[in-house]
C-alpha cells in the first residue's frame, strides 16, 4: 500500500534552514486553489523591484506559500523508496515525478526524486531534481538517457562546508564511467568566473549523445548573500538552450528546491519577457510550488530572483573584449563615459544593499572609535572581523578596522585593514596570527610626521619589535627594488622556538594624500610581484593608510587582471562594484577609475603571451 511520509522537522534542506513547522500532509483537493498574480512591464521593473524590497510586498508574496508538503507523494514515501530520497521531508509529488522504466520487472524501480517543471508555454521543459545520492547514480544516469537530457544545470559543489551536499557524479577529464549499460566520458571544460562548461558524451547499447553540464560554483555558505552580478552570466548561458519537453534541462542544486527553484524562477520569467515585455513572477512561483515543494525556499532566494532578473532585463553592458580594449577605453575617456559608469554604481549599490540586509538582520557591530582613523570609514556587518578578545577584560579588544574582500573567483581573498597606528600595532598583528597570515600588502609610504602613523613591522636597523607581548617578530631580510621592497620576517607567538615566515611587499613612492600611483608601469610590476607571492597565502592582508583609497585600487586591479587572463575581457564596473560589497568606500572617483581602465591597456599592451587574450 502507498502511504505518505510526515516530514521530519530535524532535515535541513539544501543550505536553507530547517523546516520550523509541519503541514498537515492530508491534502484537501475539494477547494480550488486561489491563483496569485502580478504583472509587470519591463519598464516599470526597477521601481517595483525596489519599492518591493523596501515595503516589504515580497515578503508577503513569499509567505503566501506554505512550506512543506501541499501535494501527495505517495510512491516517493514507500519503503523501498525512503532511502531515495536525500532529505525525509521532500520527497517528489506523484503528479509530476519522472517515472523511470523498470529494471526488469523490479518494483519500486521506477522511482527517482525528480520533477517535471514546466516553463514559459512550453510543459515539462525542465526536470527539477535533488543532487545524486551515492546509492541514485545510476538512477540519475538512466533519467538523463531515457528522457534524453542534452543540459544540465548544477547548482551546488560535492562539498560545501565540510559537507558532502551532492555525489559526484561525473568521471575526470579524458576518462569514462560505466553505469551499467550507461557509460559517460568527460570530453571537455571551459571555466569561467563562476561556472564551469563541461562536456560529456554519454553511450549506450553503441549510441552516442553529447551532454552540457553547467556547473554554478560561486553560491555561498548559508547566511552569506549572493549577488546577483554572479548568477547574470550563468543565466545568460541557461537561456540561450531552446527549451523542449523531448529534452528538458535537469536542474539541480543538493535538495533540488532552493538554488534549483531560484534559477528556473529566472529563467522562466527571462523567457516570458521576451515575449511579453512583461514579467510575472508571483504567478511563476505558484506554478513552481505546485509541481515541486518548497521551491524558492526563502525570502532571501526569492529578493535575489528579482534581482537577477532586473540585472538580466535593464543591466547595462559593462564587460570589454581584451582584443578591442585600447579602442574601447579611448572611446570612453573621449566621450566622457567614466562618470556616468560611476553613476551606474550608485544607481544599482541598493540592489546589492538590499541582500546584505537579509543575511544580516540579527548581526550588530559595536565601533571602537578611537581604533579608526577616520570616522567615515569603518567596518560594515558584512565581511567585519572579530579578534579574540585580549586582555581577556577588554570588550574592546575584538573590534578591528578590516573587513574580507572577494578576489576574482576567490572568495574573502584579502583582508583590508587602516595602515596601523600606535594603539591598534598590536590588534594589526594579533589579526595577522589569527587569520594564519603569511603575506602583506602595504601600499602607502608611511609618514612618520603623522602622529597617527608608526612603523609596524622591524627593520635592518631595529631587527626585533614586540607589537603585543606573546608575539615577537625578527627582521630576516630586505630586498630593495626601484618601486617596492621585499621584506621577509619571522614572527614568533608564544614561543622562540617556532616561528612563522611573513612576507611584506612594500610599494614605494605612493604618498596617502594622492589617488593613484604616479606611474602605471610601477603599479602593474608591483602587482605582478604581490600576485606571485600572494599564491602563498590565503588570506592576504592588504594595508593603506585609510584602508580605502589605495587598497581599492589594488584589488579593483587584481580582480580585472585575473578576469582579463580567465575570460579575455575587461570589466572594471563589476570589479568595483565586488570589492565594494564589503567597504563602500572603494574607488570613488573619476581618477581612479580612468587609472584602472589605462592600466588594463598597459597590460594588455605589455603582456608576453598576448596570444592568450586572442
Known sequence: MCGNAPPSEKDVIDD???????????????KKPKVYSKRIKIAELEQYVKESITNGELERQHALFPRGQTKPWTCGALTANKSKNRYTNLIAYDETRVVLAKINGKEHSDYINANYIDSYKVHKAYIATQGPKMSTVHDFWRMIWQENVQHIAMLANVFEAGKKKVEKYWPGINENLPFDDITVEYISSQVYADYEHRVFTITRNNEKRKLDQYHFLSWPDHGVPLYSQSLVPFLKRILQIPLSS?????VHCSAGVGRTGTILLCDICLRMAAKEGAVDMLKNLQKLRDQ?????????????????????????????PCHEIEESVNKLLQRGEIASQLRYLEETAWQDQSMKSVALKKHTLEVVKEKNRFQTIIPEIQGSIFLSRYPIDDNSSTYINAV???????PERFIVTQQPMPNTLGDFWRLVSEKEVSVIMSLNEINLNNKSSCNFWPSEADPQMVPVDFIT????????????DLVTLHMFVDTKETYKVIEIISMKNWPAKTNCPKRIEDFLTFWEESYATSRKSNPVVVTCYDGAKASGLYMAMDFIIEKMKLEQSCDACQAVRTIRHNRSQFVRNEEQFTFLYQAA??????????????
Not at 591597456?601 to 586572442?614: D, H, K, P, R, W
Open 292 to 320: 515541486r515543494s518548497n521551491m524558492v525556499d526563502n525570502i532571501q532566494q526569492y529578493k535575489l530572483a528579482h534581482l537577477v532578473i532586473l540585472e538580466c532585463l535593464v543591466g547595462v553592458q559593462t564587460s570589454i
Open 246 to 250: 523531448k529534452s528538458p534541462i535537469v
Open 16 to 30: 536553507e534552514t530547517p523546516l520550523t513547522s509541519v503541514p498537515n500532509t492530508t491534502t484537501d483537493t475539494s
Open 473 to 484: 617578530l625578527q627582521h630576516i631580510n630586505t630586498f630593495s627594488l626601484a618601486n617596492y
Open 601 to 614: 591597456v598597459a597590460y594588455i599592451n605589455g603582456f608576453q603571451s598576448y596570444a592568450n587574450f586572442n
Open 404 to 410: 574580507t574582500v572577494d578576489g576574482f573567483q576567490s
